[in-house]
């Protein structure tokens, strides 16, 4: 059975600098032109500062790519994330349960099957977390890790505005090149080919609390460019007041078994 961790992309965040700073070049012409492009510089560098940056404690996060829901939640003092994703069979309808934790270097499983009634041979796993060991899996890329507060790659995102624009009461809008840095790395190859030249001028909004903290990101790709992939989601909520992320110890968890990894690493 080859099941694809879609999860484990979503939530990978990309590297590179997130808060580089624009040059501000000195125009000459009206006083006008100068003070839109102080503006525009401005909305930029306050959006990229709500980007979360562990101060925040933990936190809740949903998201969609386009064709997978994600949500979990990130614990920055204790090196900690979790997620889940619910991925469909197309052709036999069952759906594929997989969630993930992972406190500092260590990572965890679970994973069910539904809607499984008429269909026979689909495995059961235990229902307790299973801990993974790195070693036995074909691909370890394919299983998430911490790696930052910023699962949902809203940083890399922002820093490749073209514009920004403050609307007002927390929300700003304005366009995304994908093309550009790391945010070309967030979506996937097919998603980036079905945006083509769009995929340089991808309209987004955005969300912030009056705490000045990211709380939506919404890239409208199907309005750039007529891809299947209708938007691209990413939401933060709850900061501070999300339960903190432990290792599951005692009757919550044991060592996976041979067939997690087996589904893990695509059946082999």
């Known amino acids: 059975m080859n099941t694809e961790i879609r999860a484990a992309r979503w939530a990978r965040r ?35 500062g709500t980007v979360p940056d562990g101060d925040e404690g933990p936190f809740r996060f949903s998201g969609k790519d386009g064709s997978d829901d994600v949500s979990g939640s990130v614990d920055p003092a204790a090196k900690g994330l979790e997620l889940a994703t619910a991925i469909k069979d197309p052709e036999h309808g069952f759906t594929t349960n997989i969630a993930f934790r992972i406190v ?7 994973i069910s099957f539904t809607g499984t009634k008429g ?20 691909d370890a890329e394919s299983v998430p890790k911490y790696e930052g507060t910023d699962p949902g790659n809203t940083g890399p995102l922002l820093q490749a505005a073209t514009s920004v624009n403050d609307e007002g009461n927390g929300r700003y809008s304005g366009s995304i090149d994908l093309t550009s840095g790391e945010a070309a790395k967030v979506l996937e190859a097919e ?50 007041s999300t339960p903190k992320l432990a290792a599951p110890a005692g009757a919550q968890a044991q060592d996976a078994p041979k067939l997690a990894y087996e589904l893990l690493n695509g059946g082999e």
């Open 14 to 48: 990309t590297a590179g600098p997130m808060a580089a700073l624009l040059g501000m070049a000195v125009l000459l012409g009206g006083c006008g032109t100068l003070k839109e492009e102080v503006a525009t510089v401005t909305a930029k560098q306050t959006l990229l």
């Open 104 to 110: 500092g270097d260590d990572v965890w499983t679970k």
């Open 119 to 138: 269909l026979t041979g689909l495995p059961k796993l235990p229902k307790k977390w299973l801990k993974l060991d790195p070693a036995k899996l074909t």
């Open 191 to 240: 998603q980036m080919t079905a945006l083509g030249e769009a995929a340089k001028q991808v309209p987004f909004t955005a969300t912030v609390d009056g705490e000045q903290r990211l709380t939506s990101l919404v890239l409208d790709l199907a309005k750039a460019g007529g891809t299947n992939a209708a938007q691209y989601v990413v939401n933060y909520q709850d900061f501070g």
